[in-house]
């Protein structure tokens, strides 16, 4: 076989893959969402090929709320966050690990020099020879010089190594983006419930007053022997009952804050959010699109690709391990019993090939390991495919199950206003009544505790309106606009 023969063998071995080629599976998807009712807005029966587009800037989409405190806390989550600030170290990592990895493909070139005292065996003493020991001295070696060693990429085996390590790279640069996702809408739901808690709370302060000064007079009725115990016990009673709620949502407030502080980097024991009790904001309307575009926009789907991408280069990595592996080596420089003398060109040296083992080598028994090897690879692929599917599947369960939220919490949130307008007007005209002596306190304490609990109520089903929203434009991967 001549020279131009062993290169050109060569280069095919070197430009041959033994990974699969890799198809994107089936999965279970579906051409609509059965909770999305227009047809323009989803376009029904219109498929749509799928394409990574997971990379793309989601820009800031709070901004459909138009409030400008979200704005400024959004900023501040996604500059401290410490939490962030690791799945980007990550990054950085994983892509490092890359770069070390793509180092394969070049020479290893080392510089080294030695210096050796020794003696050599005296020949009759060691058994050699019969003849009379010759006076052998100590004496010096001195070595300066360098040796270049190069792994030949035969079948692909690190360029899939360094795919492998890329698409690995890649699914930790998702993870980032699906953790900056994750904040941005934690942000958002903590400030909007933090609103809808302070609502309740002003709600409630209002109550607590109301019901002191109930509580007062009817004290002083009592102590004019006007009313029985039993009136001053009742309104005792429902000043408790208020306190009680109200403390209840100061705790609850308390979590929230202390929750808003370590999303924005900050020390739960020095912030504090200023009250705004005044929660009137209307959720947008979000189009969810068609749930083929789930895997062009979901950081976790785009995980999961990479992840089975990853796999099925390293099954290429683990059949490469049954073939011959070439290994070329040379090395160099100079070497002297003589300090003096060692760089002198007669005390040059080299060698070209493996002076010890073989360049050459090909495994022919392992007791099964490389086939053990080969099959982690295939069953870590399987299990990749299986993770993408299952993702896919709870994908498009977010979305149904925000569009269902959606839905049926802004019928709820029109039934609950119904409600709580209806209570304050029987409110207010049991209390003219009350005024008029046509009806005792409790009837106006029984008022009082309707229009309180349906006012609440409309308040949390208002948040939890804002909340599913959220929840919606998160499921839908932070991208909601037409393509």
């Known amino acids: ?33 059965k909770e999305a009712k227009e047809k323009t ?25 138009n409030d400008s405190k979200l704005d400024e806390l959004e900023k501040q989550a996604i500059s401290a966050n410490q939490s962030l600030k690791a799945a980007a170290a990550r990054v950085e990592q994983s892509r490092a690990i890359v770069r070390a990895n793509s180092a394969s493909f070049l020479p290893d070139i080392n510089l080294g020099g030695n210096a050796v005292r020794a003696k050599a065996a005296d020949a009759s003493t060691a058994g050699f020879s019969k003849t009379p020991a010759n ?11 360098a040796t270049a060693s190069y792994d030949v ?41 933090l609103q809808s808690l302070d609502a309740e709370r002003e709600l409630l302060k209002n109550t607590v007053s109301i019901r002191s000064e109930a509580n007062r007079i009817m004290q002083k009725r009592f102590d004019v022997g006007t009313v029985n115990e039993i009136d001053l016990s009742f309104t005792k009673s429902e000043l408790a009952i208020a306190n009680s709620d109200l403390i209840n949502l100061n705790r609850q407030r308390s979590v929230l804050e202390n929750a808003m502080a370590i999303l924005l980097g900050q020390n739960p024991s020095e912030y504090h959010f200023a009250e705004t009790p005044n929660f009137n904001i209307t959720p ?14 979901r950081p976790d789907i785009a995980i999961a690709q990479a992840q089975m991408k990853a796999a099925n280069i390293r099954i290429g990595v683990a059949r490469a391990a049954f073939f011959p592996s070439l290994n070329l080596t040379a090395n ?5 019993t ?46 990749a495919v299986a993770n993408y599917r299952n993702q896919v599947l709870v994908a498009m369960g977010d979305v149904e199950n925000a569009l269902n939220d959606q839905k049926l919490l802004a019928e709820q949130s029109q039934q609950q206003d119904i409600a709580a307008q209806a ?5 207010d005209l049991t209390q003219k009544r009350y005024t008029q002596g046509d009806v005792n306190y409790f009837e106006v304490a029984t008022a009082q505790a309707a229009m309180l609990a349906t006012n609440r109520a409309s308040i949390q089903t208002h948040a939890q309106r804002v909340i599913a929203t959220i929840n919606l434009i998160r499921a839908l991967g932070g991208s909601w606009a037409e393509k």
């Open 423 to 427: 209570t304050t007007r029987t409110l």
């Open 332 to 336: 160099g420089g100079f070497q002297s």
């Open 1 to 33: 076989m001549n020279k131009l023969s062993i290169l050109l063998l060569t280069t095919i071995l070197t430009a041959c893959s033994l990974a699969p080629n890799f198809k994107l599976p089936d999965s279970a998807n579906a051409k609509s969402f």
């Open 135 to 145: 006076n052998l001295k100590p004496y010096n070696l001195y070595a300066v010089g």
């Open 338 to 383: 003589e300090l003096g003398d060692i760089f002198k060109w007669s005390s040059r040296t080299w060698a070209l090939g493996q002076t010890a083992g073989t360049a050459l080598a090909m495994n022919i028994f392992d007791s099964g390991r490389n086939f053990g090897q080969l099959d982690s690879a295939h069953s870590a692929y399987d299990a």
């Open 153 to 193: 990429d035969l079948f692909n085996r690190v360029r899939d190594s360094e795919k492998a390590f890329s698409f690995d790279a890649e699914a930790q640069s998702e993870l980032y983006r699906n953790s900056l996702l994750a904040l941005q809408a934690d942000v958002a739901q903590h400030y909007f419930l």
């Open 41 to 65: 807005e989803l376009k029904q029966g219109v498929w749509k090929v799928a394409t990574p587009l997971a990379k793309e800037d989601k820009g800031q989409w709070w901004k459909v709320f």
């Open 284 to 297: 947008p309307l979000i189009p969810a699109g068609i749930p083929s575009e789930l895997l062009q926009r």
